[in-house]
């Protein structure tokens, strides 16, 4: 699915901004046909935002179940002739929209975009009443999984596995936008390079080759030439084709590198049978080739070594909503601590922010909302042990699901040069019989979808290399680790023995480039002590400066992303005090002590991994 843009031949208008909003207490709405009035309701709510921390309301804050946006939409008039369309970024976890009371999209998911034709229900320069509901609720047929109790006072409550706050509403940018009745509907470009690797980073030898493919849609789609135009930066034209699919040459390519950006744009036209412009939509794509050989992870053929956090999108009032300012806030930090990578845990991020890496040349390793299919976590967060592969969990409407989230994340991020890695779950059971079963059909459809992209998923602590029975399907092990913290406790002589054993053995067992993609210590931010007790400040730095020694002595570590960025909020639990505080900023971005730690070890590496001490 493209993203929505301005050009020659679009128009794009945002409907970010206030919306009339009722909460849904009773979950009559739809039944009640709430789309087909004015909702009667006093309050507001903001898109984007998660509505949970807006209201004085612990009734809203809790509530389980549908709530409703609406506003009034005037479509440009000089859209006569013209395809209307309304898209949605994202509605966590489902949504409903209505035009005028009619249904025109609905969708299951809450981190990926939708969108519908509406130009059946519109009139140009005349007006419509847009309606939206959207559902927080998460079930064992839902990316991520969840269920629903009933308190003996009536009580909905929902329940779900994973460590992070169940923040719901529109969170992401609502856009109506036109096309031609003949439109590019998909643009696919897969990028490399001939020449030394070594010398093409100065963009003075290498020819880059750019394999594209576009889909056209409208009754006389097929009928309509297509031609294509490579702009680089500068906007000149360094390359052009024509037809459907091929491959064009880059002579003295610049690449797309860790740390410099830099993106051309693929300009694709439908022309009329005069020649004369009918639709043109400009895809921006960085060359650059990524692999894995042996225990290294290349990027243009030179090893990289991976630097940076597991993030989250959350934020004081606003929590998963999108802001261009806090955004840009976070990559600032980013940058200042020596950061040259993140994971998008535990679903996909904003465009924006995909966007924001495209241009700065951040790396990105891209993981679906598949996180909680674990029946251990199950239990740890009080919602029944169960076997996890099985028709009372991880189903096969759970399987379905899955596959959806998958397909949806490499079709909206397949051409940013800056992911380079999909990750189909996060901390999974991978022991347990059925988990070969349910991964291997999701990993050969990964590589379907994107076979040109490293896949992984993220390795739980509790099935090392003794237990799993998953890991050889993927190109790269990604492993999330607590010696120290939920292991050998506040004990991190022990805890450097067990870490460094364990990443030997799976060097052994599968001989694979390794990534640890979480590895933390809960830190009360001011509390300090001589003696590197845990949650002071003091430890956090220790605890992870003794993982740095231990990646530095193990040839097979290419990467070191440290959880969390900043600290996150978090359901309601004894293990939690106002949120997990794993971060080296705190909530509100303040740096730890650990962050200048962190500062001092990355700040020199230039993609580099360190000797080993």
Same mark, same amino acid.
């Given at each position: 699915?493209?993203k ?7 128009e ?12 849904d ?10 789309q087909?009035?004015?909702l009667?309701t ?12 807006v209201?004085a309301?612990?009734?809203i804050?809790d509530h389980?179940?549908?709530?409703? %946006?609406?506003r009034?939409?005037r479509?440009?008039?000089g859209w $006569?002739?013209e395809r209307a369309?309304?898209?949605?970024e994202s ?8 035009v005028?009371g009619?249904l ?6 809450g %981190?990926?975009?939708f969108? $519908? ?7 140009p ?18 990316i ?21 706050y169940?923040y719901a509403?529109i969170h992401?940018s ?14 696919? =470009? ?5 020449g030394?690797p070594?010398?093409?980073g ?5 020819t880059?080759?750019?394999d %594209? $493919?576009?889909?056209v ?9 297509v ?7 500068s ?14 040459a880059i ?14 744009s693929?300009?694709?036209? =439908?022309?009329? +049978?005069?020649?004369?412009v009918?639709?043109? %939509?400009a ?9 894995v050989?042996?225990?290294?992870f290349?990027i243009?053929?030179?090893p990289?070594?991976?630097?940076g ?13 999108h802001?261009?300012a ?16 993140f994971?998008?845990?535990h679903?996909?991020y904003?465009?924006?922010v995909m966007?924001?890496?495209d241009r700065?040349g951040?790396?990105v390793?891209?993981e679906t909302?598949a996180?909680?299919l ?24 759970t399987a ?7 397909a949806e994340l ?6 940013h040069?800056? =992911?380079?890695?999909?990750s189909?779950?996060?901390e999974?059971?991978?022991?347990e ?8 059909p +999701?990993a050969r459809?990964?590589?379907?979808l994107?076979p040109t ?13 003794d237990?799993?029975?998953i ?14 913290w ?12 067990a ?6 053995a ?19 931010p001011?509390l300090h002590?001589l003696?590197?007790?845990p949650?002071?400040?003091e430890?956090?730095?220790a605890?992870?400066?003794?993982y740095?020694r ?14 969390n960025f ?6 309601n639990?004894i293990?939690?005090v ?5 971060g ?13 730690? +962190? ?11 360190p000797?080993?001490r």
């Open positions: 699915m493209l929505p843009q301005d050009g020659p031949t679009r794009l208008v945002s409907l970010d901004g206030l919306f009339a909003f009722k909460v207490s009773d979950n009559a709405g739809l039944r009640e046909g709430w087909n009035a004015r009667d006093a309050l507001e709510m903001a898109v984007p935002a998660s509505y949970n921390d209201f309301d612990k009734a804050r389980v179940g549908w709530v409703w %946006y609406e009034d939409v479509v440009p008039r $006569a002739g369309w309304l898209r949605f509605a966590t976890h489902g949504a409903k929209a209505f005028d009619v025109v999209a609905e969708h299951q998911g %981190y990926t975009p969108e $519908a034709d509406i130009t059946e229900h519109v009139t320069g005349g007006a419509f009443r847009l309606t939206v509901a959207v559902n927080n609720e998460l079930t064992q047929a839902t991520p999984p969840g269920n629903i109790t009933e308190t003996e006072d009536g009580r909905r409550q929902q329940q779900y596995m994973h460590d992070f169940n509403g992401r609502i856009s109506l936008y036109s096309t031609p009745a003949v439109y590019v509907e998909d643009v696919v =470009v897969t990028t490399g390079f001939e030394d070594g010398a093409a100065t963009g003075t030898i290498a880059g080759t750019v %594209y $493919a576009v889909v849609a409208g009754e006389t789609a097929g009928l309509l030439p031609r294509v135009r490579v702009l680089n930066a906007g000149a034209e360094v390359a052009a084709a024509d037809g459907i699919s091929g491959t064009v002579p003295d390519v610049e690449l797309w590198q860790p740390g410099k950006g830099y993106l051309y693929l300009v694709v036209e =439908v022309v009329d +049978l005069d020649g004369q009918v639709d043109s %939509y895809q921006t794509f960085g060359v650059r080739t990524v692999e050989r042996g225990t290294e290349l243009n053929g030179e990289f070594y991976f630097t956090f597991g993030m989250h999108e959350d934020h004081v009032t606003i929590g998963k909503g802001s261009h806090q955004m840009v806030n976070d990559f600032s930090l980013l940058e200042w601590v020596g950061a040259n990578s994971r998008t845990s679903y996909p904003s465009e924006e966007d924001y890496a700065h951040i790396v390793i891209d909302p996180v909680g674990n029946a251990d976590f199950a239990g740890f967060f009080s919602t029944g042990a169960k076997k996890t592969y099985g028709p009372e969990f991880v189903s096969d409407e379905a699901a899955h596959r959806q989230v998958i490499v079709a909206r991020d397949k051409n040069p800056s =992911v380079v890695i999909w189909i779950a996060n999974p059971q991978s022991s019989q059925g988990a070969r079963e349910y991964f291997e +999701l459809l990964t590589r379907e994107d992209r490293p896949i992984g998923f993220v390795n739980v602590m509790f099935d090392g290399p237990k799993d029975v890991t050889d399907l993927f190109d790269v092990i990604m492993l999330n680790r607590y010696y120290g939920y292991l050998n406790t506040g004990d991190l002589a022990s805890a450097e023995k870490l460094e054993a364990e990443l030997l799976w060097t052994e067992k599968h001989g694979k480039p390794m990534i640890m993609t979480e590895y933390g210590a809960d830190t009360m001011g002590s003696y590197e007790q949650w002071s400040e430890y956090q730095s605890f992870l400066d003794m740095h231990v990646f530095d002595r193990v040839p097979a570590m290419v990467g070191e992303h440290v959880w900043a600290d996150f909020a978090t359901s639990g293990m939690r106002d949120g997990n505080k794993k080296a900023f705190t909530r509100d971005r303040r740096p730890k002590a650990a962050a200048h730690a +962190l500062r001092r070890r990355w700040a020199p590496l230039n993609n580099k991994k000797q080993a």
